[in-house]
């Protein structure tokens, strides 16, 4: 697809688990986090994929050396996800399209799922398009806020939530389809006034609602699909999930 590009966000460490090397190569059985992701979205054949790397960048350059058609942006500090896709923005110049932000430690987001954000996004004409889903125990998922006609308003991290606004259910998976075009003129103007003192990138539907944009959201029908890995015990249940489930999904 050559009006797609695509910024994995490759640069934490993970802190909770337990290991002085990047998250986004923890492995589940022999396959590093981002591998699953990057071989998802190769199926695309994008006009550019960048992975932004920062925490120990030369064991993930390293790693994805001559397996995929991929350039690196670097994040020298760690500064928000916001910061980090702002990294990637001098890489596409040339391009013009739509611009795929994801995690690089989201492993089980699907072709259909993919698929299916792509066409809503350009059905619906929308600047923004996010994916998310609904989880009974949401924990420290950042939280969709939806107006009276359903319409996603903003995204709220969870350490900035209100108590109200930590009931919500429906939470950002940290996916997203952007116009390249409202994406660069849009990160500018996020800045860090917030509890972890970071440039999120959630930030980015608040500016875009309040200028008129259109913003468009796909919520999956399976939540184990956007399980994000933050913890020892996370990396086991996706081991689970993969074993018993996803593998033969494939």
């Known amino acids: 697809m050559k009006n797609l590009s695509v910024v994995v966000l490759a640069a934490g460490l993970g802190k909770r688990m337990g290991a002085d090397f990047p998250k986004v190569l923890q492995k589940i059985n022999n396959y590093a986090l981002i591998d699953f992701v990057l071989k998802t979205w190769e199926k695309f054949d994008p006009w550019k994929t960048i992975v932004v790397v920062g925490y120990k960048n030369e064991l993930v350059k390293e790693h994805l050396k001559d397996k995929y058609n991929i350039e690196f942006a670097l994040q020298e500090v760690q500064l928000g996800t916001a910061h980090a896709t702002k990294m990637a923005l001098p890489l596409l110049d040339e391009f013009q399209g739509d611009v795929a932000v994801v995690c ?25 398009t996010l994916l998310t889903a609904f989880f009974d ?95 020892l015990q996370d990396l086991e249940a996706a081991i689970d999930y993969y074993n018993n489930y996803f593998r033969n999904c494939q």
């Open 104 to 128: 690089g430690d989201a492993p089980f987001i699907s072709l259909d799922t993919i698929n299916k954000l792509l066409e809503i996004h350009k059905n619906t004409k929308a600047r923004a």
């Open 137 to 231: 125990n949401p924990s420290s998922y950042g939280r969709i806020v939806r107006g009276p006609g359903g319409e996603v308003l903003q995204i709220v991290e969870y350490k900035d939530c209100t108590e109200e606004q930590r009931k919500i259910k429906e939470i950002n998976s940290g996916t997203y389809i952007f116009s390249k075009e409202h994406l660069l003129k849009t990160i500018r103007r996020i800045d860090s006034d917030n509890i972890q003192g970071e440039y999120y990138l959630t930030d980015i539907i608040e500016l875009l609602r309040g200028d008129g944009e259109r913003i468009s959201a796909l919520s999956v029908e399976d939540n184990r699909e956007v399980m994000g890995i933050n913890s």
